[in-house]
Structures are given as C-alpha cells and as structure tokens.
C-alpha cells in the first residue's frame, strides 16, 4: 500500500522524462518559506507564534549535525541524531515534528504520523504548521488512508489560502486521494486547480505532471474526446513525456485506430526511451512499467478504466504480433 510514495520519484521520471524532474522537495520550495529539514513548508502560526528552539537543551552543533545528515541523506544517522535531540528536549515539538520528516523519508509511515500527532499536540493551541499537516498526508497516503489524508491536505490548503501560500502539489496529492476513493470528479477538479497554480508559479513539470492527471480523468468519467484532446496538448508541452503517449497509445487502440496507437507507442517507447541506458549497451524495455498493471494502478495511480484500456492493449497488441510471426 505504501509504494505508491515509496517510488514516487520514479513516477515523476517516466512522466516528465525530458523536462526538469519534479521532487517534493522542489514543490514545497516554491513556496516563500522552506524548513530547515528540507526546503519544505516551514511551520505557520495562526498567531505568528511558534515552538522555541531550546538552545539551552540541545547544542547548536548537534542540530547542525542532524541537519546535514538529513540533506545528506544519511537517513539512519538523522534519525540517530533527532532520537537524541529528543531525548534532551522531549517537550519540545519541533523535534517531533522533524524527526516525523525522517520517519517519512524512511517510509516509516505510521512512525511518522505518530511523531507527527506528538508535535501537534505539544504545540501551543493556535499555532497550525502547515508542513506537518502536508507530511502527515502523505505518510497517511504512505498507509493507503485516504481519507485522514484528504482531511489533512484540505487543512493544510484551507490554511494556504488563508496566507496566501501556494501549494499545488498538495492539491495534486489530495486529488490522487480522491481518485482512490471513486470521486473521480472532486479528484479532476484538484488536478485542474493544481495545473493553474503550477503555471502560475511557472513550473513546467508540475503543470504537466497536474494536467496529465486531469486528462486521465476525464477518460474515467467517460469523456474520450476531451481526455484524448488534453493528452495530445500535454504530449506536445513536453515532447519527452512517455506517460500521455502511452495513454493515447491504449485510447486510440479502444477505438480502433491501430495505427495511430502504435505510432504513440512506438515514440514513447523507442524514440523517447529505447531502453538502452548506455552505448552499445543492452536494449532493455523502455515502455516496461506501463505493461505492468500493478504500477500503472498503485503506484503511477492511472485510474480503473485507464488501466482497462491499456491492459487490453497490451494483451491484444501482444497476440497480434504473434499472429504475425507465425
């Protein structure tokens, strides 16, 4: 249930190949305000009030070095340190709250949501951190919890609003919650809110990373035309992309357009991504996870009736090229 942010970067990969990849680091930097973990949402007051720091408790070189281990990505040496910044200052809920990033990162979910539910109830009563409630979503998400995600990405995006903060990639993430839970429309209405915001800040992965969501949508709410349109437009902003190409490769298959179909599966998989990672190295193949169905469903999170379709076309295209060798 967790893979789907476990091999969340990967997903990013095979959708935006081409384009500068797009983390949840680099989201959450394009915010005013980043944390000193990891450029993510530093915490808000509603009272322009937060935790203090302990200086006293917890020397400045061991933050420093819990810090850069973290950047680092020495995972099991932050989370080392923060157990020890814990233990010297076990009230203070800064340390829970960084500390829950590491058991995130770590895929340590429900480690991460109880650090999480430490900090938030050791915080002074008005004060709301909008990186732990984005954090705590997708270590919820990490746990397939749809809903207690859905209500902490809608906290922390009613929060936004009211600051005046940008955060789409919460909304995209919110979106894939509901798409997970069959409201298909809610879920395409996050996406397309998410693709505005992204263009507004100027972000070309995020925008076509939110837009491809949308046209998938739009194919599981049935409407074939508008979903096919909005792949092609998509496909043409980011001409690296395999993800909007494979999906018109299995939408024009449905449809009967044999060649068309294999005209877009024959880009994505030969002239965006042969598969060959080095010269005159092994071919291997570059449309792979999209034969996979358990990826395409669970971990890039292509809903029902898009996993349909290009199961189908796998299966079908499979025995036809069997026919024809034989």
Avoid at 8 to 27: H, K, M, Q
Avoid at 103 to 124: G, M, V
Avoid at 234 to 261: C, F, H, N, Q, T
Wanted: charged share 25%.
């Amino acid at each position: 249930a967790g893979g789907g942010i476990s091999r969340r970067e990967g997903v990013f990969a095979a959708l935006v190949a081409g384009v500068s990849s797009l983390t949840l680091t680099d989201a959450r930097a394009e915010t005013p305000e980043t944390s000193p973990l990891s450029g993510g949402f530093s915490s808000i007051s509603t009272a322009d009030a937060s935790p203090n720091i302990s200086e006293g408790l917890v020397s400045g070189e061991l933050q420093v070095q819990a810090i850069q281990a973290y950047r680092a990505k020495d995972l099991p040496e932050a989370l080392r340190l923060f157990d020890e910044i814990v233990k010297l200052d076990p009230e203070n809920p800064v340390w829970y709250e960084r500390r829950g990033q590491v058991w995130l990162d770590l895929k340590k979910f429900q480690n991460a949501i109880t650090d999480f539910n430490t900090a938030q109830t050791r915080s002074p009563e008005n004060y709301i951190s909008l990186g732990l409630l984005g954090n705590r979503g997708l270590a919820h998400e990490g746990l397939s919890l749809w809903k207690n995600a859905i209500e902490d990405y809608t906290r922390a995006i009613d929060l936004g609003d009211s600051i005046g903060a940008q955060i789409p990639y919460i909304l995209n993430s919110r979106g894939n919650c509901y798409a997970s839970i069959g409201e298909y429309q809610t879920a395409l209405d996050d996406f397309e809110r998410s693709a505005d915001v992204f263009r507004k800040i100027r972000s070309i992965s995020g925008t076509i990373y939110a837009l491809s969501n949308a046209a998938l949508m739009h194919a599981q709410l049935g409407d074939d035309d508008r979903a096919i349109k909005e792949m092609k437009t998509v496909a043409r902003r980011a001409p690296g992309s395999i993800d909007m190409r494979a999906a018109l490769a299995a939408m024009y298959w449905e449809r009967g357009e044999e060649d068309k179909a294999e005209e877009y599966w024959g880009w994505a998989c030969n002239k965006i991504n042969s598969g060959q990672m080095t010269e005159n190295g092994p071919v291997l193949d570059g449309c792979g996870l999209y034969k996979d169905m358990d990826w395409l469903a669970r971990i890039r999170r292509w809903p029902p009736v898009m996993v349909a379709k290009m199961e189908a076309f796998v299966k079908l295209r499979s025995v036809g090229s069997k026919d024809q060798a034989e």
